[in-house]
């Protein structure tokens, strides 16, 4: 097990204040009171605020990358790549909750080229996950919907959902992923 490094502690410690306050809200001076040491001290393992929400956004943006990447290059069915990203977005949620909310919340105060990188990667993910619904919906997968209204409806949720967990506690992880594939491919009915 790696041990967390004065850097990632910092990063978890933001995490958590952007979470709650918002990143505009926080100060290096929060931070390092939350941490219990002098703001000057920060310094020493991180250039700044907007070092620590590239880091976070960042990583967690090519963790969806990555996750889609592999669903894409699967030789699965449309409909069981659609499970395969929702059981990612549970995963991301379950292990990094907390780094959600920036990355949902915060990503537009990046800067330069972490600004255009995330959102590339953004758009690239939403692309690839419309790619499937089409696919789903021309292969009789799924019913004859709009695409765009099924992503919406699909992402709305698995964005928000980082909220929903932490306030209800550790539900079983594997519970979580069937019944949610279930309710959002098959609805209540």
């Known amino acids: 097990m790696k041990t967390a490094t004065r850097k990632d502690e910092i990063i978890a410690a933001a ?16 931070i390092a009171q939350e941490m219990g040491i002098k703001a000057a001290s920060l310094y020493n393992h991180i250039s700044g605020k907007q070092e620590i929400l590239s880091t976070l956004v960042l990583f967690l ?3 969806f990358t990555r ?4 669903v894409m290059i699967s030789e699965r069915s449309p409909l069981d790549k659609i499970r395969d990203i929702i059981e990612l977005h549970i995963d991301i949620t379950v292990n990094h909750s907390e780094a959600l909310a920036a990355l949902n919340n915060d ?36 019913k004859p919907r709009h695409p ?11 964005r928000t959902l980082y909220l929903w967990y932490q306030k209800r506690g550790k539900l079983d992880v594997n519970i979580l992923k069937k019944d949610m594939v279930a309710v959002l491919l098959k609805g209540i009915v």
């Open 15 to 30: 995490s958590s204040l952007f979470k709650e306050k918002g990143y505009s809200a926080v100060s290096m001076r929060d």
């Open 61 to 63: 943006a090519k963790e």
């Open 67 to 70: 996750g889609m990447h592999s």
């Open 107 to 142: 990503w537009m105060h990046l800067e330069d080229q972490d600004l255009s990188d995330f959102v590339k990667m953004r758009e690239d993910y939403e692309e690839n996950f419309r790619t499937i619904v089409k696919e789903g919906i021309k292969a009789g997968d799924l």
């Open 148 to 158: 765009e209204v099924i992503l919406f409806s699909i992402l709305s949720t698995l």
